[in-house]
Antibody, heavy 122, light 113 residues
Framework: QVQLVESGGGVVQPGRSLRLSCAAS????????MHWVRQAPGKGLEWVAV????????YYADSVTGRFTISRDNSKNTLWLQMNSLRAEDTAVYYC???????????????WGQGTMVTVSS | DIVMTQSPDSLAVSLGERAIINCKSS????????????LAWYQHKPGQPPKLLIF???TRESGVPDRFSGSGSGTDFALTISSLQAEDVAVYYC?????????FGQGTKLEIK
């Protein structure tokens, strides 16, 4: 079945780095843009970044620009989020999510992973 | 950035009754070239990922019960649950995808009265 599985979360000190992965299965990964969305404890949803289906275009929220990098390998059906210079305010559950439409970046998310928790704390 | 504001923050409705959640955007999310509102609604239950309910402001995602409906255009939108079921208890979010950064409302917590 269509599935996204995140991994790589954990506890990290401020200023350090972490890389999240999202393994996709059950659909043609290379045909969909992919997003990262996060939810801080007790807070709402915040879109983080998107990468186009072919990896040629990337967009980021202002809060992570210059610190986070989204990437993908369509041959491995895998999405990543490299997070550098982590701050306490980056503490959240990070979800990967599929763009609903084929080969477009419109920004609606029809398939979500279960999420992976990132805690930034000394 | 487009700011999305939902009302109310929380809502308690009796089983079988109607629930209405409102969402207002700080600028229009109606794209003139295709006459579509770039507005989605999600349901988020504890311990689960969010679920897409509605896109283009009023189009139900496949498999979503028809008691869920979306309405509105421009800057004012609503999600209506026509007859509340126990399994509808969740936090509901509106989200604009008119422009990046894509932004969500703060969420509305729906409970059973």
């Amino acid at each position: 079945q269509v599935q996204l599985v995140e991994s790589g979360g954990g506890v990290v000190q401020p200023g350090r780095s972490l890389r999240l992965s999202c393994a996709a299965s059950g659909f043609t990964f290379s045909s969909h843009a992919m997003h990262w969305v996060r939810q801080a404890p007790g807070k709402g949803l915040e879109w983080v970044a998107v990468i186009s289906f072919d990896g040629s275009n990337k967009y980021y929220a202002d809060s992570v620009t210059g610190r986070f990098t989204i990437s993908r390998d369509n041959s491995k059906n895998t999405l990543w989020l490299q997070m550098n210079s982590l701050r306490a305010e980056d503490t959240a559950v990070y979800y990967c999510a599929r763009e609903r439409w084929l080969q477009l970046v419109l920004g609606a998310f029809d398939i979500w992973g279960q999420g992976t928790m990132v805690t930034v704390s000394s | 950035d487009i700011v999305m504001t939902q009302s109310p923050d929380s809502l308690a409705v009796s089983l079988g009754e109607r629930a209405i959640i409102n969402c207002k955007s700080s600028q229009s999310v109606l794209y003139s070239s295709d006459n579509k509102d770039y507005l989605a609604w999600y349901q988020h239950k504890p311990g689960q990922p969010p679920k897409l309910l509605i896109f283009w402001a009023s189009t139900r995602e496949s498999g979503v019960p028809d008691r869920f409906s979306g309405s509105g255009s421009g800057t004012d939108f609503a999600l209506t649950i026509s007859s509340l079921q126990a399994e509808d208890v969740a936090v509901y979010y509106c989200q604009q995808y008119y422009s990046t950064p894509y932004t969500f409302g703060q969420g509305t917590k729906l409970e059973i009265k």
